[in-house]
C-alpha cells in the first residue's frame, strides 16, 4: 500500500494541474463570449451545456454522476466570472436616444448595459460599484465627482466626468470628451485658432468644449442659454461670431428635428 503522505503529494500535483486547465478554460470561455458578442449572437447555450453533461456522465460510468456536479459549477463560475469583469455601461436619466450599446457591443466585444437612474438612486448605485467601467452622460457630468476617489487633472479643471473606471473597488473618473471633440475638430478640419466661437448651452459638456477651444487658441469664447445671460435671444448681437458649437440636448434622437428658435444661422455672415 502507498504511503499516505505520497498518495496527498500526487493529489496536490493533480489538483495545480486542474487549476492550470481551468484557468486556460476559463480565458477560452471569454473568447468565445467576445465571438458570440462580434457577431451578433446568443451569449449562452444550455443546448450545447445539455450535451456537454450528458457526454461527461455517459462516458464516465464510475464517476460520472459526480463530473456532473463538478462540471455544472464550473460553467456556472465561468458565467460569474464574465459578469464580475465585463460588467459595463451607461449612466443618465434618460437614454432612449443613446447608441452607446451599439457601439460598444461592436468595437469592445463585451456586454454593455444603460443604467438609468433618478438622483435619489445614485447614492446606492456608488455605494454598490456594481460595474467594471462606466460612461456617464446628462445629467450626471458633474454630480458623479463626489462618489470618485480619483478624478484626472483635465477633468478637474473641466469639472465634469463622462468616464469611471473601476479599480479594486476605488473610483477613477476621467473625462473624455475633451479628446473626442478635439479629434472631431481636427478631422473636419476646423481650426479654432484666432476665431471667435459662440457655444450654445452652459452644461457640463460646455465646459469641455471651452476648454478645448482655449486650448485650440480662440480668440473669444462666448455662452448663449435660455437661462442665463446672454440669452439665445441675444445671438444676433454675436452675427460676426465664425463657430458655433452646440451643447444643448436639443435635436438629438428621437427628437431630431428640434431646433433652438431664437437662432437663425442666416443672421450669421461668418
Known amino acids: 500500500m502507498e504511503d499516505l503522505k505520497e498518495i496527498r503529494q500526487n493529489i496536490n500535483k493533480i489538483d495545480e494541474e ?4 481551468l484557468e486556460k478554460r476559463f480565458d477560452l470561455s471569454k473568447k468565445v463570449r467576445a465571438y458570440k458578442i462580434y457577431h451578433n449572437k446568443k451569449i449562452y447555450d444550455p443546448v450545447r451545456e445539455k450535451e456537454i453533461l450528458k457526454k461527461i ?5 464510475k ?5 456532473v456536479k463538478i462540471y455544472q459549477e464550473i460553467m456556472g463560475q465561468s458565467k460569474n466570472l464574465q459578469k464580475e469583469n465585463e460588467s459595463y455601461g451607461l449612466l443618465g436619466k434618460k437614454l432612449g436616444h443613446s447608441y452607446s450599446k451599439t457601439i460598444h ?3 469592445g466585444y463585451y ?12 447614492d446606492d448605485f456608488f455605494e454598490k460599484k456594481d460595474f467594471k ?7 450626471y457630468k458633474k454630480t458623479v465627482i463626489k462618489y470618485l476617489d480619483y478624478v484626472s487633472d483635465k477633468a478637474k479643471k473641466i469639472g465634469a466626468v463622462n468616464t469611471i473606471v473601476n479599480k479594486n473597488g476605488k473610483l477613477y473618473g476621467y473625462n473624455t470628451d475633451y479628446y473626442g471633440f478635439s479629434f472631431n475638430l481636427k478631422k473636419n478640419k476646423i481650426d479654432i485658432k484666432n476665431k471667435k466661437c459662440l457655444i450654445l448651452g452652459k452644461g457640463a459638456s460646455s465646459k469641455t468644449v471651452e476648454e478645448v477651444l482655449k486650448d485650440e487658441g480662440a480668440k473669444e469664447i462666448v455662452f448663449l442659454s435660455r437661462r442665463f445671460e446672454p440669452y439665445f435671444k441675444d445671438a444676433r448681437d454675436f452675427s460676426d461670431f465664425e ?6 440636448p436639443v ?7 428640434e431646433y433652438i428658435e431664437e437662432i437663425n444661422l442666416d443672421d450669421f455672415k461668418k
Open 133 to 139: 467601467g462606466i460612461n456617464v452622460t446628462i445629467p
Open 18 to 21: 486542474i487549476i492550470g486547465l
Open 57 to 61: 456522465k455517459e462516458g464516465n460510468p
Open 105 to 107: 457591443e461592436k468595437i
Open 251 to 257: 435635436g438629438m434622437y428621437p427628437n431630431n428635428n
Open 63 to 67: 464517476y460520472g454522476k459526480y463530473f
Open 111 to 122: 456586454d454593455y448595459q444603460y443604467f438609468e437612474k433618478n438622483e435619489d438612486e445614485l
Open 243 to 248: 463657430i458655433i458649437i452646440n451643447t444643448t
